[in-house]
């Protein structure tokens, strides 16, 4: 019989082959050199050195990672999971920057491009020389996408694309934006050149949450593409939550990433910190938080790793993924408040990682369709009654 880890206490790495853990412990060692190093300065200061960071994920082949052809790695979506994994282990940044770039923007082209659009964009975005963003969420519409007031109307050959996006991941670093808007054949997505005139990207400044990324809003005000600009695969909203399935898909495993992190940082701390003469880990009220800790970190890893073998499978479900999204995050959090006490004071240090992670889940709680979004579509499947309309 194996001895008990307490860092895999349940036996998970056995349901991975040699190549997934390959994956895992590339993109973990990656993680470790490159950013855990730097991560606190750069969310003190607010900042990420997302260019540089976007060629060395291009390298490692993390960009569109799941996607075949056009310069993609073609893995798993276990795989993929295992990487989001250790990117959020890092920071929930790192993924986000990760997830955008590959299962959103370039997975609509992917999916829904042009084959001279695949062409034109996705080797360079799997490169991490060309950075994607996902334009759908407006100030007036965010859980409600249906209601977006961004349009493009037909001018002669063009488009002529007004609005304005909100809160969009890597927008002001952007070389392509996919724009979706309202035409009068319903909601389309647009390969948008960043540097068409008429848009701009401005950097929204001032969070308490993912600092280590890029937010912008994204202004396009009279902004003139080309007919073949529309992305011709797809019209409705079908196209836009298509692509979140997947992204939604990458956070159900960063999630527990993040958690993980701040798991191993309490049960450390937790093992050397003394009070009373003993150290801390040794009180049964420390370690019942360890335990309940780890019981939500291993069944999320394990629901993660069953959504993946039916994505790769082509069983999963967009409530399925709902399912994982919602409980995944809403966990992690939790983990992370439990352990920020463990750390007592140290706990809201950025000394410590716990607090960053935390911040951080915040916001992913709320993108990618905030937990009652996720509950309500539950509540639909689960009834067959639309909470929604
Ligand atoms: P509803 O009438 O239910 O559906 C409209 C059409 O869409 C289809 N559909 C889906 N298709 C694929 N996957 C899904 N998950 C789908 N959900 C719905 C549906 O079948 C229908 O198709 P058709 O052909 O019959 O027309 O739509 P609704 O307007 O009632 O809205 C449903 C709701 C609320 C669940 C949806 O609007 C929603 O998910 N809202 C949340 C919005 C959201 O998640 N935004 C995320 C923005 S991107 C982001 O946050 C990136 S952060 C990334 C990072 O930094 O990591
Ligand atoms: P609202 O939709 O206004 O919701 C406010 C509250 O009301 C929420 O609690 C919500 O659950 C609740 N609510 C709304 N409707 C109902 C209902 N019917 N029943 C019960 N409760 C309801 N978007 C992009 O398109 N691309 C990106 O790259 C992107 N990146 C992001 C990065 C960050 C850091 C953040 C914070 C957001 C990002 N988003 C992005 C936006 C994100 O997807 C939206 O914030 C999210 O969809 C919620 O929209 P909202 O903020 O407008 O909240």
Redesign the pocket.
């Known amino acids: 019989r194996p001895s008990f880890d307490p860092v895999d206490p349940l036996g998970i790495d056995d349901l991975l082959g040699p190549e997934d853990l390959a994956v895992r412990d590339t993109v973990r060692s990656w993680a470790a050199d490159r950013v855990l190093p730097e991560i606190a300065d750069w969310y003190e200061r607010g900042e990420l050195p997302l260019r540089d960071l976007a060629r060395e994920l291009g390298s490692l082949g993390a960009l569109g990672m799941s996607l075949d052809g056009y310069g993609c790695a073609g893995a798993t979506a276990v795989q993929y999971g295992l990487a989001c994994l250790e990117l959020e282990a890092a920071d929930?940044?790192i993924?986000?920057?990760?997830?955008?770039q590959g299962?959103?923007a370039m997975y609509a082209i992917h999916r829904y491009g042009s084959e001279e659009q695949k062409q034109r964009w996705l080797p360079g975005m799997a490169a991490g020389e060309t950075i994607g963003c996902?334009g759908?969420?407006e100030p007036d519409h965010?859980?409600?996408?249906?209601?977006m007031r961004t349009c493009a109307k037909r001018d002669g050959g063009d488009w002529v694309l007004t609005g304005r996006k909100m809160?969009?991941?890597?927008g002001s670093a952007a070389g392509v934006a996919v724009v979706w808007a309202q035409t009068d054949d319903?909601i389309r997505g647009f390969a948008v050149p960043t540097d068409t005139p008429g848009f701009s990207a401005p950097e929204i400044r001032h969070k308490w949450s993912?600092r280590a990324?890029v937010?912008s809003e994204l202004v396009m005000d009279d902004v003139r593409l080309p007919a073949d600009a529309v992305l011709p695969g797809v019209s409705?909203?079908?196209?836009?939550?298509?692509?979140?399935?997947h992204?939604?898909y990458?956070?159900v495993w960063?999630a527990m990433g993040a958690a993980r992190a701040s798991f191993e940082a309490a049960r450390e701390y937790a093992r050397s910190r003394e009070q009373f003469g003993r150290p801390i880990g040794g009180f049964q009220l420390t370690q019942a938080k360890l335990a309940d800790m780890a019981l939500e970190l291993h069944k999320g890893i394990l629901l993660a790793h069953h959504l993946g073998r039916r994505m790769d499978a082509g069983t999963l479900r967009?409530?399925q993924?709902?399912f994982g999204k919602l409980n995944n995050v809403r966990e992690a959090i939790e983990i992370c408040r439990t352990a920020r006490t463990v750390l007592g004071a140290n706990g809201i240090s950025l000394e410590y990682p716990v607090m960053r992670h935390a911040t951080n889940l915040e916001?992913?709680l709320?993108?990618?369709?905030?937990v009652e979004?996720?509950q309500?579509?539950l509540g639909?499947a689960l009834t067959g009654l639309?909470a929604?309309?």
């Open positions: 929930s940044g993924r986000s920057l990760v997830s955008v299962s959103l996902f759908l969420t965010g859980s409600d996408p249906a209601g809160w969009i991941t890597n319903g993912l990324s937010t409705g909203l079908r196209g836009p939550l298509s692509c979140l399935n992204a939604r990458g956070i960063g967009p409530e993924v709902s916001s992913v709320t993108y990618e369709g905030t979004m996720h309500l579509v639909k639309d929604f309309r």
